[in-house]
């Protein structure tokens, strides 16, 4: 079997959301406003709007929440790891960075919840934590698409948590 065949049906496992205890949440309020993000709450959806997180912000009683994506931020719970190594990430990195921030741009705009949480350098490349494993899987596969090299996927079994590797 070649890689390239590997590769295409690894990116094919399913992608259940309904595990995220985050997203779980027994939620008692019809609208609410994050008051972190500006994120907005209704019809059982979270949806960023500036003009309609000012409006709503100004009701009398408005629930004032952290969204999912803002709480999992502050107690640092990843649902993806993405690993970034290897000589051609030293001398292409801001490609790849600007790559990676369109990605997250894209991915917020189908859900907003989708956010990078934190990038950080590690020996020989960096790493980014994703709110959701959907982003994370969709950097390795924007990356490899864009770059080539080699990238692996592994799903955990008992957490929410997918880890991304990325070399070239």
Known sequence: MNARKLHSSTLR??????????LLQDVRY???VCKRCHAVYQNKRWNMDEE????????????KVLCPA???IKDKFPGGIVTLKGDFLREHKDEIMNLIKNEEERAMG??????????SSIEGGMELKTTNEKLAQRIGKSVYRAYQGR????WSQDTKLLRVEWER
């Not at 496992?13 to 985050?22: F, Q």
């Not at 859900?111 to 990078?116: K, Q, S």
């Not at 990238?151 to 592994?154: D, H, L, M, P």
């Open 13 to 22: 496992k399913s992608m259940d959301t309904c595990g995220d205890p985050y």
């Open 110 to 119: 189908f859900n907003p919840l989708e956010r990078i949480m934190e990038i």
């Open 70 to 72: 803002c709480q999992k």
């Open 52 to 63: 309609l997180f000012q409006k709503m912000n100004e009701w009398k009683g408005m629930k």
């Open 151 to 154: 990238v692996g996927y592994k």
């Open 30 to 32: 019809e609208s609410a």
